[in-house]
């Protein structure tokens, strides 16, 4: 491709074909004025402010939407330009209200400033009055349309990046403005309260409503977003010492300058009055505060009390997919190196272990193989047993623009009618636990009618021929009649797979915490590879529930491996860290999380250590985990909050929050990024890294680390894919340069070739119908989780706007299923099963098929987890918390009255 040289006020440059002459002039350090352009946005020259003056005809041109073209000689501040910019600038001050003072956006308005450049105070033209405000109810997003200036940013980055729909152009001429559907408030519309239209809006005709705090930031922090596994880059505005607001970066390439509600409105709780800000030690069963030499101390003491008595592994050690690497790094050196002990494990272990176990058999890797970058150019994804909307929306903002801008088909899995239905090319509803027969099913149709990538099953994968004599039984006639998708979408469905070029398997928590979980993570490598999806084409998105569930498993906050997925069965990888530390490693797999609380429950563990997480909260069999808790001699416990396992505690030590702190967080797709310290700790609370490094010493196992930069340190020394990747190093490996940060430990995880070892493996995996007793439990319960919260809520339920435009938890129901049991809207409900019994309240919705309920798992007043027992995925270890069967009834106004739930 040739460049074409123009002459830019004066000076030749150079660029490519399409660029436009706005993006030559901020590669050429040329500034030009524009409140309508955004890199992320298609330009559409609404302002106009971005004129410039072709010197050879006299045109002026907005250069925001004007490719550049040879010979031509633009000037960017000719008398002529000046003047029409100040006076499209005046225009627009014309009809826009003198309210500088009393406006929120501050120094922050972008016309303001750019009247201040343009030294333009008092405006000579007539006012020319607009909209006002409009009456909201959410707690979120205000609008103030009379300082709308039109520029359809707004709209755009709702169509073009979030790709929603809720607002658009309404009426002609003089009235046209920025509106939902029917001139609804937001609340009323397909408004999701991502804040990306506040983020972007030049003026405060957008702006975000009810901050606990207000002003204008005097500082700002680039930091990663806590809530979910897409990694967002976030900047944290920060006013006398407090987080007064969170915005999008638009550099950030994963989200491309958009967050969700949880990201743009969940912060309140760093500043909760309910933050735990000393240490507590029980004393006769009460707690009383203590300074941290004492509660270290006592701590030591029981613990090395316990290990000489009992032995290491009467010790056991949770750690937190929430905290950073190098805390977790810390936390598993302090387990193994100080306790001894290969009992630890974190909270992924509820959610994605099937990920590690299933992908690590098959393709050798132990999450996602792409980026989003790959999954946006895919021809084909697939989505199974996910609903990134609201567990990972970044990923369905990328699913979402794959479909509408680039032409890619959308097939889902799942029982359920979600938001990215509407988007699908085919929807197949299948039976709850079906997956894997129809994972084989459509891989039989592959194989049988050729469509297979035989050059790449036959050079980079084994056990083929095995493998494709294991879906003989997978006939279609065998699989409608399983999952009960008729045959002709079944066969439809595995011909977009097998013909296209560029397939992407995305799948979540849907398939990872049902009781066949790993199975069924193994059918989705097999048919990734049978495509030729499992590596740099296309590949398998394993979405993380938590911000750094890859994390915690990268740096070995697992029973059976140590830092970088090193087993620690061998011996020469022991060897690699005990010349490291000093120090004798175990060599048998300790206990995974639940066999912790078993073995706790036996008085097989006596003491435990956990951070940042509360097992009562997450796990199943609450009151079952409440007792092997109490069984301990003794508990530490470090978070933020107080909760059942923090009451719990002999000793409890208060820990910071992200934006109190240093470190980084490894999202889902692998991509490594800091963590920045906005703000002083809260209290006396402390790092998680400082609480372990003081443990440790405590115990008279010092870890010499002067900061969390010298952790990493230590990290891209250990772990050979933390290892720092530089731009120069990007054409060797092939990576695409968006994905080298230089300001990080390195973005993304690389191995030389497809698979780390050399070839995939096909696994052969068969169906086993769920074994679950209906005996009147006539409905399948499936959980999930809400737009609105994260976890378990602790976070959360502490953000004031999240809880109070979604306070509480309910039951969705079909509509045929709520007239048989006479349910309506609202009404107070009991959810039954064998194990438990919950109460919330019915909203009936027509998502879900006839017999199917699903309910959010974020709210503590209705803890679904209740409800489940402790079925186990044999090759996982992970309780199955994805459905299970219940039966409902009425709580009707006596139970109420009478105190019954």
């Known amino acids: 491709m040739e460049a074409i040289t123009i002459v830019l006020n004066g000076v030749e440059v150079s660029g490519y074909p399409g660029t436009t002459i706005l993006e030559l002039a901020r590669e050429s350090g040329v500034y030009i004025p524009t409140l309508c352009n955004d890199p992320n946005l298609v330009s559409i020259g609404a302002c106009r402010l971005c004129i410039v003056e072709d010197e050879r005809n006299g045109a002026l041109l907005a250069s925001c939407v004007t490719p550049i073209s040879p010979g031509m000689i633009i000037n960017t501040n000719s008398p002529r330009v000046l003047e029409h910019r100040k006076k499209i600038l005046k225009l627009m001050l014309a009809s826009h209200p003198d309210s500088c003072l009393v406006c929120d956006k501050g120094n922050r308005c972008q016309l303001r400033k750019l009247a201040a450049e343009m030294g333009i105070g008092l405006v000579e033209f007539q006012r020319i009055p607009q909209s006002d405000t409009i009456e909201e109810v959410n707690p979120f997003i205000e609008r103030d349309l009379s300082k709308c200036i039109m520029c359809g940013k707004c709209i755009r980055a709702d169509q073009e990046l979030v790709v929603e729909g809720a607002i658009d152009y309404i009426h002609r001429g003089a009235s046209v403005k920025a509106a939902t559907l029917n001139d609804l408030p937001l609340e009323k519309s397909e408004c999701t309260f991502c804040g990306v239209c506040v983020a972007i809006c030049p003026t405060g005709a957008i702006m975000e409503k009810d901050r606990a705090y207000t002003g204008t930031a005097t500082t700002m922090v680039t930091s990663v977003c806590p809530y979910c596994g897409c990694g967002c880059a976030i900047t944290l505005g920060v006013k006398d010492g407090k987080i007064i607001y969170t915005r999008p970066v638009p550099e950030s390439p994963v989200s491309r300058g958009t967050l969700c509600v949880r990201g743009s409105y969940g912060y309140d709780f760093i500043h909760s009055k309910e933050r735990l800000n000393k240490p507590l030690v029980k004393v006769n069963g009460d707690f009383q505060e203590a300074t941290w030499e004492e509660a270290l101390a006592l701590a030591a003491e029981n613990f090395k009390r316990i290990k000489e008595i009992y032995g290491p592994d009467a010790l056991a050690v949770f750690g937190s997919p929430k905290c950073t690497n190098e805390e977790n790094y810390l936390l598993q050196r302090f387990a193994r190196g100080v306790l001894g002990t290969n009992n630890i494990d974190n909270s992924n272990r509820l959610y994605c272990a099937a990920s590690l176990t299933g992908l690590g058999v098959t393709v050798g890797y132990a999450g996602t193989t792409g980026s989003i970058n790959y999954l946006e150019r895919s021809q084909i994804i697939l989505v199974i047993g996910a609903n990134p909307e609201i567990s990972a929306p970044a990923v369905a903002y990328a699913i979402k623009r794959a479909v509408k801008f680039n032409g890619a088909k959308l097939i889902i899995i799942d029982p359920r009618y979600t938001p990215l239905s509407n988007f699908a090319q085919i929807h197949l509803r299948s039976s709850v636990g079906t997956d894997v027969p129809l994972l084989n099913g459509l891989a039989r149709i592959i194989i049988n009618e050729k469509k297979l990538d035989e050059e790449f099953v036959t050079r980079m994968t084994d056990n083929f021929n095995n493998w494709s004599k294991s879906l003989e039984k997978y006939t279609a006639v065998y699989v409608e009649k399983t999952t009960g998708i008729p045959k002709k979408d079944i066969q439809t469905a595995a011909r977009l797979l097998g013909e296209a070029e560029n397939t992407s398997i995305v799948y979540g928590n849907g398939i990872t915490q049902q009781a066949n979980g790993t199975e069924t993570v193994i059918a989705i490598a097999n048919l990734a590879m049978l495509t030729g999806n499992a590596g740099r ?299 438990g019994e919950i109460s919330t309240s019915a909203k009936v919705s027509n998502v879900l098929p006839k017999g199917l309920l699903y309910m959010a798992d974020s709210f503590p007043q209705s803890p679904v987890r209740e409800l489940f027992g402790t079925v186990i995925d044999p090759r996982s270890k992970t309780p199955a918390l994805k459905s299970c069967a219940v039966r409902l009834e009425r709580i009707t106004a006596d139970d109420q009255a009478k105190g019954n739930p």
């Open 537 to 835: 084409r296309g590949g398998i998105f394993a979405l993380q529930r938590h911000n750094n569930a890859r994390g915690a498993c990268d740096m070995g906050v697992v029973p059976n491996f140590l830092p970088g997925y090193l087993g620690v069965n061998d011996t020469q990888n022991r060897q690699k860290f005990e010349g490291r530390w000093n120090v004798k490693l175990p060599a048998d797999n300790g206990l995974t999380a639940l066999e912790m609380m078993e073995a706790a429950r036996k008085g097989k563990v006596k003491g435990m250590f956990i951070m940042g997480e509360n097992p009562v909260a997450s796990f199943p069999q609450p009151k079952l985990i409440k007792e092997a808790l109490t069984s301990l001699e003794f508990l530490v416990v470090t978070d933020m909050f107080p909760g059942e396992a923090v009451r719990l505690a002999s000793v409890v030590l208060p820990a910071t929050s992200f934006a109190e702190k240093e470190g980084t967080f490894t999202n889902f797709e692998g991509r490594i990024q800091s963590v920045r310290k906005a703000i002083i700790p809260f209290g006396d609370s402390r790092p998680d890294s400082e609480i372990i490094m003081q443990l440790s010493l405590a115990m008279g196992s010092p870890m010499l680390y002067s900061s969390p930069h010298q952790v990493m340190e230590e990290i891209e020394e250990m772990v050979p894919f933390y290892h720092k990747v530089s731009p120069k190093d990007a054409d060797t490996m092939g990576l695409e340069m968006g994905e080298v940060d230089g300001d990080t430990p390195g973005t993304r995880r690389f191995y030389k070739g497809l698979f780390p070892s050399g070839f995939g493996r096909f696994q052969p995996v068969d169906f086993t119908p769920l074994q679950e007793s209906k005996n009147g439990y006539n409905f399948t319960l499936i959980t999930g989780s809400s737009r609105y919260h994260f976890g378990t809520g602790a976070w959360s339920q502490r953000s004031s706007r999240l809880r109070r435009f979604s306070p509480e938890s309910f039951l969705e129901i079909n509509p045929a299923d709520a007239k048989e049991l006479g349910f309506k809207d609202e009404d107070k409900i009991q959810i039954i099963s064998e194990q």
